[in-house]
């Protein structure tokens, strides 16, 4: 069955850097775009980045713009989130995801990243 | 950016009954890509209409999805006991990516 098992997250400070991965299995990775969306605790969903199944597009939302990069390496099946110049608002659980299709859209169980001094 | 707004914001209805959620977006969702999650407390969301109207695999069709441009609908027919949640609407054709703020459905 499909799996994405996300993991790296965990306590911060302003202004560190941090990596999360998402490992896929039990689907063809390298052909799926991938997303990021987060979930601050207590509030709804937001789209972070996404891209494209060979990597040659990405985009951001504003809010992480310039600060977060998304990456694959499709030889490991496996998503990345490069996080740099955290902030207190970047408190949340980070989910990977693929797209909404026919057969559904995969997400991960999160994991959760906390920014506090 | 688009900006998606669902309403209402809370909902209090009771099993049997038939549940309309609605979402509207700033400026026109490019090719309907428009589609609704469910979320339970403590998991991750879940798919249910994708491409504004169709449902993905293994949903109930108790669930359908209406809509086009900017004016979008999740009903649920007849409500179980399982369907109360959080159901947000996500626009996947242009960036920003940007979901609603989310429906509670709750038990009257």
């Known amino acids: 069955q499909v799996q994405l098992v996300e993991s790296g997250g965990g306590v911060v400070q302003p202004g560190r850097s941090l990596r999360l991965s998402c490992a896929a299995s039990?689907?063809?990775?390298?052909?799926?775009?991938l997303h990021w969306v987060r979930q601050a605790p207590g509030k709804g969903l937001e789209w972070v980045a996404v891209?494209?199944?060979?990597?040659?597009?990405?985009y951001y939302a504003d809010s992480v713009k310039g600060r977060f990069t998304i990456s694959r390496d499709d030889s490991r099946s496996t998503l990345f989130l490069q996080m740099n110049s955290l902030r207190v608002e970047d408190t949340a659980v980070y989910y990977c995801?693929?797209?909404?299709?026919?057969?559904?859209?995969?997400w991960g169980q999160g994991t959760l990243v906390t920014v506090s001094s | 950016e688009i900006v998606l707004t669902q309403s209402p914001g809370t909902l209090s209805l009771s099993p049997g009954e038939r549940a309309t959620l609605s979402c509207r977006a700033s400026?026109?969702?490019?090719?309907?890509?428009l589609a609704w999650y469910q979320q339970k407390p403590g998991q991750a969301p879940g798919l249910l209409i994708y491409?504004?109207?169709s449902r993905a695999t293994g949903i109930p069709d108790r669930f359908s999805g209406s809509g086009s441009g900017t004016a979008f609908t999740l009903t649920i027919s007849r409500l179980d006991p399982e369907d109360f949640a959080v159901y947000y609407c996500?626009?996947?054709?242009?960036?920003?990516?940007?979901f609603g703020q989310g429906t509670k459905l709750e038990l009257k």
């Open positions: 995801a693929s797209p909404p299709m026919a057969r559904g859209s995969y």
């Open positions: 039990g689907i063809t990775f390298s052909t799926y775009a």
């Open positions: 891209i494209s199944f060979d990597g040659s597009i990405t």
């Open positions: 400026q026109s969702v490019s090719s309907n890509f």
């Open positions: 491409g504004a109207s």
């Open positions: 996500q626009q996947y054709g242009t960036s920003p990516y940007s």
